[in-house]
């Protein structure tokens, strides 16, 4: 596609529930981020993808978060039973490749546990 | 750990004027790529400039560009010619060489620019 798109763009979920958040990267794009972005804390490195594999998942805060990647092109960040504090702006971004250090950002799921 | 510290959280400029947005880094590497992006109310980050540690000459982009000081660990950003379109929020992102799979962006915390009429 044109661009990194990411879905759904707003989510509102109780806590306690499950969410996916999907990326589509850049076709073509072999390298995929994830980050997420909390209000007052800036921009935080969750999962970075090389194809399919997970070469660095130092990122992720707990257990109840899991991602994966398949054929190389879409990811889904999955969040387990959420809490409050899970609110934030989850960004994904891909690159063409490994060793490539343009990431284009999608616009971002605004994810509100109520 | 590498650190990324932007001091000033938000900023305001006349259009037409320049402004200094200001960033300092704490690494251990020698080599490693510097970046600005900028965030518009849409969300979507967009790079405004990259710097690689091993060049000397400071990177320039239209009316973007950085003073990058290797031994201070430091790299700001000017705008010049200000517009109402910079009107962003800016972070300030540092990178390890692409190698054993670590190519995560490192971001300081962001400054707010309002560029005012």
């Known amino acids: 596609g044109a661009g990194v798109s990411q879905s759904p763009s707003n989510k509102v979920t109780e806590k306690g529930k499950d969410v996916e958040l999907r990326c589509d990267p850049i076709s073509g794009h072999t390298a995929l981020y994830w980050y997420r972005q909390s209000l007052g804390q800036g921009l935080e490195f969750l999962i970075y993808?090389?194809?399919?594999?997970?070469?660095?998942k130092s990122g992720l805060p707990s257990d109840r978060f899991s991602a994966e990647r398949t054929g190389g092109s879409v990811s889904t960040l999955t969040i387990q039973r959420t809490q409050q504090e899970d609110s934030a702006v989850y960004l994904c971004?891909?690159?063409?490749?490994?060793?490539?250090?343009?990431?284009?950002f999608g616009q971002g799921t605004r994810l509100t546990v109520v | 750990a590498q650190t990324v510290t932007q001091s000033q959280p938000e900023m305001s400029v006349q259009e037409a004027e320049t402004v200094t947005l200001s960033c300092t880094y704490d690494t251990s590497e020698n080599n490693y790529y510097l970046f600005w992006y900028k965030q518009p109310p849409s969300r979507q980050m967009i790079l405004v400039i990259r710097?690689?540690?091993?060049?000397?000459q400071n990177a320039t982009e239209n009316r973007f560009s950085v003073n990058f000081q290797k031994a201070a660990k430091s790299f700001s950003l000017k705008i010049s010619d200000s517009q109402l379109g910079d009107t962003a929020m800016y972070f300030c992102a540092f990178m390890k060489p692409p190698q054993g799979g670590s190519e995560k962006l490192v971001f300081g915390k962001g400054t707010k620019l309002t560029v005012n009429p």
């Open positions: 993808f090389q194809g399919n594999s997970a070469p660095d």
């Open positions: 710097q690689e540690a091993y060049k000397q």
């Open positions: 971004a891909s690159s063409r490749h490994r060793g490539n250090t343009e990431a284009f």
